[in-house]
């Protein structure tokens, strides 16, 4: 069985400052990964994915992740935040396609001004 | 191009209720999976409909049901609720052939069980 393990339920950060959101996986195969952000009242996007292309991943609205084999992470990135990024961030695992997904337990971004 | 709408927005119901929550999947798509995302978790896995028959389940008791109609929408049904089913209940669709698609999650239903 695989399982994702988010490090802080909580993060917060200044404007402009740099974003980092953790991720840790447990897969015996190997995995598909993946980062969804849920705004207020709304349902989940994709950020972005991981598919056993590249291991760093380029993602909507200047996210990033990479995905180190090694260290079993996956951690999330943003070289400068904005308010707007202010939201529950979500990583989840896979390794049989998309649909079946786990997820961790999210990872609130709180950004001040 | 509508995505993924789900209906009711929010329902209240009381222990020993059943309750029906109803999915529409974005255009194109064929496959809908239901998750269950309790207050402060992520979402859970309960299954996923392709071709109107329950391809995958989660670990979650007889009582959730589903159904998947020809033109692709879906019903998830709760039987004797519980109060630990009150939850937000997340549609979201995809399309079978394409498993690293990405799939599309609607706003949810939010169920308050009394």
């Known amino acids: 069985a695989q399982s994702v393990t988010q490090l802080g339920s909580h993060v917060s950060v200044s404007e402009g400052a740099l974003v980092l959101l953790r991720c840790n996986y447990s897969?015996?195969?190997?995995?598909?990964l993946f980062w969804y952000v849920q705004y207020p009242n709304q349902g989940l996007q994709l950020l972005l994915k991981?598919?056993?292309?590249?291991?760093l991943v380029k993602g909507i609205n200047g996210f990033e992740a990479e995905f180190k084999k090694s260290e079993t992470s996956f951690h999330l990135t943003k070289p400068s935040a904005h308010m707007s990024d202010a939201a529950e961030y979500f990583c989840?695992?896979?390794?049989?396609?998309?649909?079946?997904?786990?997820f961790g337990k999210g990872t609130m971004l709180l950004v001040s001004p | 191009d509508a995505g993924v709408t789900q209906s009711p927005t929010h329902l209240i119901k009381t222990r020993g209720q059943q309750v029906t929550l109803r999915c529409s999947p974005k255009?194109?798509?064929?496959?809908v999976s239901w998750y269950q995302q309790a207050l402060g978790q992520g979402p859970q896995f309960i299954f996923q409909?392709?071709?109107?028959?329950?391809?995958q389940r989660g670990n979650f008791p007889d009582r959730f049901s589903g159904h998947q109609f020809p033109n692709y929408s879906s019903e998830l049904n709760v039987n004797a609720l519980l109060l630990g089913d009150s939850a937000l209940y997340l549609c979201?669709?995809?399309?079978?052939?394409?498993?690293?698609?990405?799939?599309?999650f609607g706003e949810g239903s939010r169920l308050t069980v009394l």
């Open positions: 979201a669709s995809s399309l079978k052939w394409t498993p690293l698609g990405e799939l599309f």
């Open positions: 897969s015996s195969v190997p995995p598909y």
């Open positions: 991981y598919t056993s292309a590249a291991t």
């Open positions: 989840a695992v896979s390794v049989s396609g998309y649909s079946t997904l786990t």
């Open positions: 255009s194109g798509h064929d496959t």
């Open positions: 409909y392709y071709e109107e028959e329950e391809r």
